[in-house]
């Protein structure tokens, strides 16, 4: 198993784990990827600000 990603695949990754919960091996290279990389923590920052919008979002719609 590669665990070296290219950022490309680890944004895939960080979308995918939005839908499902990761195998270890790449829980794993994400870690890794993302503890090397600038650029991806940030899209991951990015990708948690918009979960946690529409998370309030669905909750102010339900009210």
Do not use: G
Not at 10 to 34: N, Q, S
Not at 46 to 52: M, Y
């Amino acid at each position: 198993m590669i665990l070296r990603r290219t950022c490309k695949q680890i944004a895939a990754l960080l979308i995918a784990r939005e839908d499902r919960a990761l195998p270890v091996m790449e829980r794993i290279a994400l870690r890794l990827h993302l503890a090397a990389c600038t650029a991806c923590p940030i899209f991951e920052r990015q990708v948690l600000t918009l979960r946690n919008a529409l998370r309030q979002w669905r909750n102010y719609s339900e009210k």
